[in-house]
């Protein structure tokens, strides 16, 4: 599992780097033939990690119901300009969340899960397969955010 949580926080590392390349209006934007912007993404990857590990295995989570309403699966962008508050939180959020599962996963608080059947119809059944999945849903949504990227510099 180490290099399940390596690759996890390399991708978080990307996640931010791009973050931390756009100004708040550029965060903002949804180019023509998009239906969320780059805030949404990352944000989106930070909730629905929280939703898929902790809240599936009935723990709570490390964000504001208000954040997870806000950026869960089938929401979308309410077009306001992020404060530099709330890009701060997001920045802290990717690496601190990767950490803290980690974390989490080793002291092996995760004892449970609920069965979830994923947007693509995979299941998930326990912790590790969140785990793995997960990866690939936040690789689907770095991939969204670098066409947005390109979009925004045209």
Known sequence: MKEIFQLYLKIRERQLKLLNSFSPEELAI???????????????CVVTQQL??????QLPTYLSDDFIAQYRKGTVPDGHIPTTEEIETLKKLLISTVRQLETDYYQGIFKSYTPYITGIEYPLNNIEEAL????SHEGVHLGSVLALKCAIEQ
């Open 52 to 57: 898929y590990c902790y809240a599936n295995s």
């Open 30 to 44: 949804i180019p023509k033939g998009f239906k969320n912007n780059i805030l949404w993404n990352l944000s989106h």
């Open 132 to 135: 793995y999945f997960n990866i």
